[in-house]
C-alpha cells in the first residue's frame, strides 16, 4: 500500500511541477495589455481560461498532493511501531555501537624522549632587550 501512494505521491509532484511551469507570471498580463499577446484571445481556453484552469488544476492537485503525504505519515508511524523498528523518537534512540579497529600504540618506556634542545641564541644585543 505505501510502495502505491510513494507512486502517486512522484506522479502528483511531477504534475504539479509541470503545471506551474506552464502558467504564466502576474507581469506577462501587463504585456498582452500593451499589444503584446498576440493572439491569446483565439487560445483553446479562451483569454482567461487558461490561467484559470491551470491555477484551479494546481490547487486541487497541490491539496492530493497533501492529503497524499499525511496518509503516508499515517502509514509509516503505524508500519513502524507495529514492527517495533523504532522505540521512539529518533533523538531518544542510541547509536549503533560501530567496530573501532584497534591502534598498536607502543608503551611509553618505548617511546623515544625528545632531547632538550639548546637555549636559542639571539642577534640581538643585550642592551636592546
Known amino acids: 500500500m505505501i510502495s502505491i ?6 506522479l502528483l ?6 503545471l506551474i511551469m ?4 502576474k507581469g506577462a498580463d501587463a504585456g498582452a495589455a500593451l499589444g503584446g499577446g498576440g493572439g491569446s484571445s483565439g487560445s483553446v481556453f479562451g483569454a482567461r481560461g487558461a ?5 484551479r488544476t494546481t490547487a486541487i492537485l497541490a491539496a492530493a498532493f497533501f492529503v497524499n503525504s499525511l496518509a503516508l505519515a499515517t502509514l ?12 521512539g523518537s529518533v533523538l531518544e534512540t ?3 555501537a560501530v567496530g573501532v579497529p584497534a591502534v ?15 637555549p636559542a641564541t639571539s642577534d640581538v644585543p643585550a642592551a636592546e632587550k
Request: hydrophobic share 45%; no cysteine; charged share 10%.
Open 5 to 10: 501512494l510513494l507512486v502517486v505521491q512522484v
Open 13 to 18: 509532484a511531477l504534475t504539479i511541477i509541470g
Open 22 to 25: 506552464l502558467q504564466r507570471g
Open 51 to 55: 490561467s484559470n484552469f491551470l491555477s
Open 76 to 87: 509509516s508511524a503505524n508500519l513502524s511501531s507495529d514492527t517495533s523498528l523504532t522505540s
Open 94 to 96: 542510541s547509536a549503533p
Open 104 to 118: 598498536d600504540v607502543p608503551p611509553a618506556s618505548d617511546v623515544p624522549m625528545a632531547e632538550e634542545a639548546a
